[in-house]
């Protein structure tokens, strides 16, 4: 059990903010370790003082978990450290029940594309040489197939998280941080959308392992987080709903870059004015000297937009807080000169984003100047017809993780054969019933969508530190004979789950 040495104790608390079980307390400032302590040794690895110490002292009715190193000693009616376990009366029980999953109606697939059984609630066998703790056999059509379920404790895990927005969040290889510890990254952008790294090995196994771990699975289960970017904004992220971002909720992601926007939209700005900057932080268009809008007839104006020309009508905009994730703030400010040997008195520019939630309208004077005008109709139609095309932003996230180390024992007894079936197509890895998209290379690297797993709260972690995963491999009968399968722990799918 842990004991709190109290004149160590300065009542930090911060044994209280990483505890699994939440049993400890602080009170005249000294920490306080009451029932349901698990002596996870969590508390222990974070005191600054050492204050927090195990002590060979065993509380009575404890049970020792196995299921993962840390070998929690569980007290009668409380949960271990990875909240999966229970001391039900002197028993360890898994507290969930074992998910099931059917394929949507219509599903057409390979016999082994689905899992008979899904892992989620499993339960986990350890250490390494133990059989998974579900072998079950299954008919489909003519084929005899096998799913071996467990939930995997993953040192080598992490998640990559998807925010649909324009705002600027902090610049790429920025330090993200949950409760002023970093668990993670800013990683390079994707089409429209911002990208984290959260977690992965090296994060796992330091400093903030804890932390990190807890947040990869409160974002896979699709709860709330807020994160914190270095030099960058505050977060309020939670998967499948819209990204807050320093206070602000964005709503929709933009249609394509500045670029792309006048080339879906060039037959429709034609006819309303007679140029148009698209500003976008990766790259703003210019409507008249762009390919596109040469298509539809259009000759170059003679506006110079803002930002570093890379070919005709395309430009390189500068990140900030301002339209379309630039540093422009004011839209006046897109135009950075106008060539009045090649433009005229009268003509009207239009400045907007690429979601076009905000748009100006310019008309050249003639000293070479710009007055700003109502917005007219036509120019409505278009702003209309460019935020109509825009998708709803959200929040989404993938689940990375690797089964290629030792959980592959509890599959069978030739690791090296379950991860060339894998790779060949034999065998069809899932995440909690979600398809598994495998990575190219050696060892058995996965990514899943956490939104398609079957069954909420499917994730758990615990404190090596790592995340526990629900893992499926499904292969036909013959192939898991092939490939040195448990054969002796096989069951009939029907007897756990009521049908095949």
């Not at 989620?120 to 084929?143: K, L, M, N, S």
């Not at 596109?292 to 110079?304: H, I, K, L, P, R």
């Not at 069809?428 to 969508?449: R, T």
Request: glycine share 12%; charged share 20%.
């Amino acid at each position: 059990m842990v004991k709190v040495e109290l004149e160590l104790c300065n009542g930090c608390g911060l044994c209280v903010r990483d505890c699994p079980v939440g049993c400890i307390t602080v009170a005249d400032k000294k920490a306080i370790i009451g029932a349901g302590c698990s002596a996870c040794g969590v508390c222990t690895k974070v005191c600054p003082k050492g204050a927090a110490q195990k002590v060979e002292e065993v509380v009575p009715n404890t049970i020792t978990c196995t299921s993962c190193p840390v070998q929690c000693q569980i007290q009668a009616g409380f949960n271990g450290a990875c909240l999966r376990y229970t001391n039900q009366s002197g028993t360890l029980v898994r507290n969930r029940e074992l998910v099931d999953t059917v394929p949507e109606p219509g599903y057409q697939a390979r016999e082994i594309d689905w899992p008979l059984i899904t892992a989620i609630g499993a339960g986990t066998e350890y250490p390494d040489p133990r059989p998974a703790p579900y072998i079950v056999q299954g008919r489909r059509g003519d084929i005899e197939v096998v799913t071996v379920v467990t939930e995997a404790p993953l040192s080598y895990s992490g998640i990559k998280v998807k925010i649909d927005t324009n705002f600027h969040i902090g610049e790429e290889g920025a330090k993200v941080r949950r409760d002023g510890r970093v668990v993670g990254m800013v990683d390079t952008e994707e089409y429209g959308s911002k990208m984290l790294s959260i977690g992965g090995a090296n994060l796992l196994t330091g400093s903030s392992g804890f932390i990190a771990a807890r947040t990869i699975v409160d974002i896979a289960n699709g709860r709330r987080v807020i994160l914190k970017v270095d030099s960058g904004s505050k977060l309020e992220l939670q998967v499948g709903c819209r990204p807050v971002i320093d206070g602000e909720e964005d709503t929709t992601m933009r249609v394509g870059c500045g670029s792309a926007t006048v080339g879906l939209f060039a037959t429709h700005l034609k006819g309303a004015v007679d140029e148009a900057i698209i500003l976008d932080h990766h790259i703003v268009g210019l409507f008249s000297e762009h390919r596109a809008g040469q298509e539809v007839g259009m000759t170059y104006s003679g506006v110079v937009p803002t930002g570093r020309k890379s070919t005709d009508g395309r430009y390189f905009g500068d990140h900030g807080i301002g339209w379309g994730g630039t540093a422009i703030t004011n839209p006046r400010d897109a135009i950075k000169s106008i060539n009045m040997k090649i433009a005229r008195a009268g003509m009207r520019i239009l400045v907007t984003e690429t979601t076009a939630r905000k748009a100006a309208l310019f008309e050249v004077q003639q000293d070479g100047g710009v007055q700003e005008v109502f917005l007219t109709p036509e120019v409505k139609g278009v702003i209309q017809l460019i935020a109509s095309n825009c998708e709803e932003a959200r929040v989404s996230a993938i689940y990375t993780g690797g089964t290629g180390g030792s959980a592959r024992a509890g599959v069978t007894t030739l690791p090296v054969e379950l991860t060339r079936a894998v790779h060949r197509g034999e065998v069809k890895l899932s995440i909690g019933g979600a398809p598994a998209m495998l990575l190219p290379g050696g060892g058995i690297n996965f990514m899943a969508d956490v939104e398609k797993v079957v069954a909420p709260d499917a994730f758990y972690w615990t404190p090596t530190p790592a995340t526990i995963a629900p893992v499926e491999y499904t292969m036909e009968l013959k192939t898991y004979e092939r490939i040195g399968g448990h054969l002796s722990r096989l069951r009939r799918a029907q007897d756990l789950v009521g049908g095949d």
